[in-house]
């Protein structure tokens, strides 16, 4: 359950850790060459430089490196990677841990493509069913049905599956009509682009080469336009406190634009960094959130925090900002706190 409850403390650009396997490997190279002795005699190899003793000046090396060291040397988002490898675990607790990291990055490409793989697939669902598949007397079912499922959006709630069926509508109809390049998006005259159609067709062969290359953030950046927004009346809101409910905000594309891709970078999760494993110089974790105007969920990071210190074995700080003002929240395995840094 600790381990689940930490799930998304996951680097979304994660490499498979290629890149450091090979710098280490680069390393314990060039430590064993610098005290090897050279000789042009081969047979002579193993007596003059010792596998033993070519083996503990590459520790040794190693440790000197180590010693004075920050670890982590850099912020690392892959929270459990750097658990796996830093916590005082026990095989098992190491084996759970692996199991729950693995199995999120085997989803993860999934989360990254949701508005794209439920748009898709609505798209294509309801082609199916009104051109191909049903009866005339099964048309009303069906719609009150697909209704239900493009749904207009909830507050706090983003629907991937009517953004991205309207999304993709929007590409077959552009470019069915030619409604891209150079000419049309440097047009000034709204009446012409709006009956602008060079009857390309290629609005079909766009929309799989969009659900093949694309994911959500990619698609957002690049396919939302003014024209979209405006068409479906898209804003942005936020809680009035003296009014005491939510208003709209602004219908400003730009800033649509922005809280969209905001709301999907790093799959909707706070930016979590690992930054100093002997916080204090106690051996405590402390950890960095990147606040982009939105606070941590305060229920949610004391279970997170709690979940962290019992993989640690010793108290957890996030360093985070509360209501405007910067604070440390900790938890020491008994009581939670917070504090000024």
């Known amino acids: 359950d600790h381990c689940l409850s930490i799930e998304n403390l996951m680097d979304f650009h994660f490499l498979l850790e290629r890149e450091r396997t090979r710098e ?11 005290t090897r002795l050279k000789t042009n005699r081969p047979y002579m190899e193993k007596y003059i430089n010792p596998p033993e003793f070519l083996a503990e000046e590459r520790k040794r090396a190693e440790e000197e490196q180590q010693r004075g060291k920050q670890i982590p040397s850099h912020p690392e988002k892959d929270v459990m990677g750097f658990l796996l490898r830093h916590a005082p675990l026990e095989d098992w607790e190491a084996g759970l841990l692996s199991i729950v990291r693995e199995e999120a990055y085997y989803f993860a490409p999934q989360g990254q493509t949701k508005i794209l793989n439920e748009g898709f697939a609505s798209f294509f669902h309801s082609r199916i069913m009104t051109e191909r598949a049903l009866k005339d007397n099964e048309f009303i079912d069906y719609a009150d049905h697909h209704a239900s499922t493009v749904a207009l959006q909830h507050p706090g709630q983003l629907n991937p599956y009517k953004i991205g069926i309207e999304l993709l509508r929007d590409i077959e109809e552009r470019w069915n009509k030619g409604q891209f390049g150079k000419e049309y998006d440097e047009c000034r005259d709204m009446t012409v682009k709006r009956k602008w159609d060079r009857k390309l067709g290629l609005g079909r062969e766009k929309i799989f080469e969009v659900r093949k290359l694309y994911n959500d953030v990619m698609f957002i950046d690049e396919f939302l336009t003014p024209e979209f ?8 809101y936020a809680f009035n406190i003296s009014a005491d409910q939510y208003e709209i905000v602004t219908r400003e594309f730009e800033k649509i634009k922005k809280q969209l891709l905001f709301q999907l970078t790093n799959m909707g999760n706070p930016l979590i960094d690992v930054i ?8 405590e974790l402390l950890l960095k959130h990147t ?9 949610w990071a004391k279970e997170a925090l709690k979940a962290l210190c019992r993989i640690w074995k010793k108290p957890v700080h996030v360093d985070t900002v509360v209501d405007g003002v910067p604070k440390i929240l900790s938890f020491d395995g008994q009581e939670y706190h917070e504090n000024r840094p």
Do not use: P, S
């Open 276 to 283: 100093d494993a002997n916080y204090r110089h106690r051996g």
């Open 24 to 34: 280490a490997k680069a390393f314990e190279e060039t430590a064993a060459e610098q």
């Open 229 to 236: 927004c405006a068409r479906h009346r898209m804003f942005v």
């Open 291 to 299: 606040h982009e105007g939105v606070d941590l969920k305060i229920d």
